[in-house]
């Protein structure tokens, strides 16, 4: 009645270490060999990212002239999205082409 427990618990000890042996091979044969990984990434998505410090370093900015406005910084999660709906007109004209929108409607 209790035999069976006991042949099949040798036999699994037995397999186990059969797998002991096997890695411990595997282990031998690969010493001394590197091994490298390679990741490649199609897309990254970054939700909400939470920057704690933000620092400028304007010293090493060169500026001689400047007309209009110098915006620095990091704008995360902006979508800027056209208010048309409608497609440009196109008209040929001497010097080119020439595109029409509608009026935006506020």
Do not use: C, W
């Not at 618990?9 to 037995?14: F, Q, T, V, W």
């Not at 042996?21 to 690969?30: C, G, H, R, V």
């Amino acid at each position: 009645m209790f035999f069976g427990r006991r042949n099949k618990r040798s036999h699994d000890i037995e397999h186990l270490y059969k797998e002991i042996l096997k890695l411990q091979k595997a282990m031998l044969e690969n010493q001394g060999k590197t091994v490298e990984y390679h990741f490649h990434f199609d897309k990254v998505d970054i939700h909400d990212p939470k920057l704690e410090q933000l620092s400028f370093q304007l010293d090493h900015l060169d500026i001689e002239d400047l007309s209009g406005a110098l915006n620095l910084g990091n704008n995360f999660g902006v979508h800027v999205k056209p208010s048309y709906k409608e497609k440009p007109k196109l008209e040929k004209t001497k010097d080119g082409l020439k595109f029409t929108f509608k009026e935006k409607e506020e």
